[in-house]
Each structure stands twice: as C-alpha cells, then as structure tokens.
C-alpha cells in the first residue's frame, strides 16, 4: 500500500533550523509532485511548498520564501524540507503529500491523493 513517512520534527529555538524528510512507497515517486503543508492547532491546514514530478519547479507560500527549500531524490523516493529562521509561528504539524496534477502542482491540499501522519515542529521564542 501506499506510504508517505515524515520524519525530522522536534523542538527548536527560534532562529533554528530543521530538516523535514518523507520517504514514500507504494507509488510511483517520479510521476507524483509532492508538497508539503502544515497545520496549527485551531488553524486550517496551509500549504507551505511544492516540488514538480522531476524537481525542476517549485512554489512556497511568502511567509516561508528565502527560509524554506524543497527538493526531492527521485532515486530515493524522498522529499526534503529544509527550514531555515525558524519562527515561533512555524509551529504546526507538517505533513507531506503526493498528487497527480495536469501542471506541476498545487497549492490546495484536496488536490492530493495520499498524505503522510505528519510530524510535529515546535518552534520557542
């Protein structure tokens, strides 16, 4: 069956940094973009970033842009987040997922067919 694993979470200090990986199984990685989103406690899930099916693209809400890299390993089935100036508005838990789109991605998180169980990251000012 299909696996979307994250790992990484944890606790760190503002200014920090942190990086978020999810491994995937059970589909075929290449043809899938991946995003990653994020959701806070009494808050929606939000979209953070999203990376093409080959890597070649990617989008990030402004509230991450220059902090915030995606990339991915189609040779190892793997999306990274890599954060940078973590902010204590960081805090949520991160989930990654995986979707087949007509272009390169998106940012509404309906679009996407699987989601890992998500990992928490607690930023402290």
């Known amino acids: 069956q299909v696996q979307l694993v994250e790992s990484g979470g944890g606790s760190v200090q503002a200014g920090g940094s942190l990086r978020l990986s999810c491994a995937a199984s059970?589909?075929?990685?290449?043809?899938?973009?991946m995003a990653w989103f994020r959701q806070a406690p009494g808050k929606e899930r939000e979209f953070v970033a999203a990376i093409s099916r080959n890597g070649g693209r990617t989008d990030y809400v402004d509230s991450v842009k220059g902090r915030f890299s995606i990339s991915r390993d189609n040779a190892k089935n793997t999306v990274i987040l890599q954060m940078s100036s973590l902010k204590p508005e960081d805090t949520a838990v991160y989930y990654c997922a995986a979707g087949r789109f007509s272009g390169d991605y998106s940012r509404l998180a309906h679009g996407y067919d699987y989601w890992g169980q998500g990992t928490q990251l607690t930023v402290s000012s």
């Open positions: 059970g589909i075929t990685f290449s043809s899938y973009a």
